[in-house]
């Protein structure tokens, strides 16, 4: 039986996810030029030389012409890819070839580096459906990324990234569930 957090996270990752179909294409350019100006800047501020960062579908806030930056400017990028026990791998990527997981998201392809690879990097960005003010972060449903924060035995300031109407007062908790230490939306970057 579903607990009341758990249903409430399912009927807003529902909305979330029509609100992110229904966007225009001017608004997804808008976005995406904010997005890569501001990842650009909290990595330039940080002064990260090696981050995480997934690889954007094509609902999500796309963050591939950052990536481009960050592949320019000599940042080490590690990507995360699924395991079938929860956990997340890590790859750098060779060729700019990709896949997808089987569940249809975006991954790069290359050489597995194992779960514990995350504990070199300066910064770590994650995708969610929403952040909320006190930095509570409603993600997809699959706990990878939830997984992965918390065990972490040091883990380097967290940032997700999500469009400006994602940015909530509240959203629905768990136990399990991760905060992060700051958001990145289009038009800002607010530090927990």
């Given amino acids: 039986m579903s607990s009341e957090p758990e249903l409430q996270k399912r009927a807003l990752r529902a909305e979330l996810r029509e609100r992110r179909r ?24 940080l002064s990260a030389r090696s981050i995480s960062c997934y690889l954007s579908g ?36 060779e060729g700019r070839s990709e896949t997808s997981s089987v569940y249809g998201v975006p991954e790069a392809v290359g050489e597995l580096l194992g779960p514990i690879a995350i504990n070199d990097v300066d910064l770590i960005l994650v995708p969610a459906a929403a952040i909320d003010a006190s930095g509570m972060r409603l993600g997809w449903g699959r706990g990878y990324f939830d997984k992965t924060l918390g065990s972490m035995e040091r883990c380097p300031p967290v940032y997700a990234i ?31």
């Fill in 162 to 192: 999500v469009f400006d109407g994602e940015f909530l007062d509240e959203v629905p908790r768990e136990v399990h569930d991760q905060p992060v230490n700051g958001v990145v939306t289009p038009t800002r970057i607010i530090d927990f």
């Fill in 22 to 45: 229904n966007l225009s294409s001017l608004e997804r350019e808008k976005a995406t030029a904010g997005f890569t100006e501001n990842l650009e800047s909290l990595v330039t501020e």
């Fill in 58 to 93: 094509t609902n999500e806030p796309n963050v591939r012409p950052f990536l481009e930056w960050a592949e320019r400017s000599g940042i080490r990028v590690l990507f995360p890819i699924t395991r079938d026990d929860g956990l997340l791998d890590w790859t750098v990527g």
